[in-house]
């Protein structure tokens, strides 16, 4: 018998990041609630309460992959504004950060800044995240990676994350010599 039968392995430990995946109905509850504040946003708009919307843990989205071959198969979870990211960025983030993966819940554009919502994900995001997927050589992300048909494959996937790097390389200041440092150690 696999001594792992039965366990979590590193990939999908690190995904879980010990959060539990709500049920069904709580995520539905979720998504009534956002679009309950959302269709009367022009009223409630402000920056004291999309600040305070920004930080509350109420948003239903998806941890891990979040759609292979046409069918979920994230992991259910409640987030932050402030700490998820969008659909089209999940090749950036997607093993450690909540993906926004309805569109209902996805707040007007204008909003983003004041809700904490940032796209593409902040440099920290995403080196957190190929921190994550490269643990064990990427073995593990490899093994994960879902070869469907109609999902991104994991070559399509990286570019997208090379084009990130490229795009983000001139505006990195001083301070990711620290970060790249502090990665080094992490990753010894």
């Keep these: 018998m696999h001594e792992n039968y039965g366990r979590f392995d590193d990939l999908e430990t690190d995904i879980s990041n010990g959060q539990n995946e709500v049920s069904f109905e709580i995520w539905l509850m979720a998504e009534s609630l956002a679009k309950a504040v959302f269709s009367n946003f022009a009223v409630l708009y402000s920056n004291n309460f999309c600040n305070l919307l920004g930080n509350i843990t109420c948003i239903p989205a998806e941890k891990g992959f979040p759609i292979i071959g046409g069918k979920t198969s994230g992991k259910r979870v409640l987030c932050s504004y402030s700490k998820a990211i969008v659909m089209k960025d999940w090749p ?58 109609g999902s991104k494959t994991i070559d399509e996937a990286s570019f997208e994350v090379l084009k990130y790097l490229e795009n983000a390389w001139d505006s990195l200041s001083s301070s990711v010599s620290d970060m790249l440092e502090v990665s080094k150690k992490n990753w010894q």
Excluded at 102 to 110: E, G, H, I, N
Excluded at 124 to 130: G, I, P, S
């Design 92 to 149: 950036l983030a997607w093993s450690c950060a909540p993906i926004l993966s309805r569109q209902s819940v996805v707040p007007p554009d204008y909003s983003w800044a004041a809700l904490h919502l940032r796209s593409p994900p902040s440099f920290q995001t995403v080196l957190r995240h190929l921190q994550a997927i490269g643990k064990n050589n990427g073995e593990d992300t490899l093994a994960h990676w879902s070869a469907a048909p």
